[in-house]
């Protein structure tokens, strides 16, 4: 079992970037595939990038596409969102995810969340 901490949120005028962190608890973390998900105010939940365990593949939604990049850290036990050209529609809670195996984007396969980060961007 892991615990997950995001971090680095804040407001942002459109075009900019921001870096979101996630450091998760525990010797396994390696063997996890870690996901970033977002939601907006009145909206579901929502995929945005995964990562695998080794780090060697990784998936994106097509608005994150080019814009957003997802790394990780297995040393420090750390997940990063790299996001920039930051547009008001990606204003949302972000959340941190990890499941145990290969990444997908399917959130119901993440058995562990973290509390998530506020990303609010201005026009």
């Known amino acids: 079992q892991i615990q997950l901490v995001e971090s680095g949120g804040g407001l942002v005028q459109a075009g900019g970037s921001l870096r979101l962190s996630c450091v998760a608890s525990?010797?396994?973390?390696?063997?996890?595939?870690m996901g970033w998900f977002r939601q907006a105010p009145g909206k579901e939940r929502e995929f945005v990038a995964a990562?695998?365990?080794?780090?060697?593949?990784?998936i994106y939604t097509d608005s994150a596409k080019g814009r957003f990049f997802i790394s990780r850290d297995n040393a420090k036990n750390m997940v990063y969102l790299q996001m920039n050209s930051l547009k008001p529609e990606d204003t949302a809670v972000y959340y941190c995810?990890?499941?145990?195996?290969?990444?997908?984007?399917?959130?119901?396969?993440?058995?562990?969340w973290g509390k998530g980060t506020q990303v609010s961007v201005s026009s």
């Open positions: 995810a990890a499941r145990y195996g290969s990444s997908r984007i399917d959130q119901s396969e993440y058995f562990y």
């Open positions: 525990g010797r396994t973390f390696s063997t996890y595939a």
């Open positions: 990562i695998s365990d080794g780090a060697g593949s990784t």
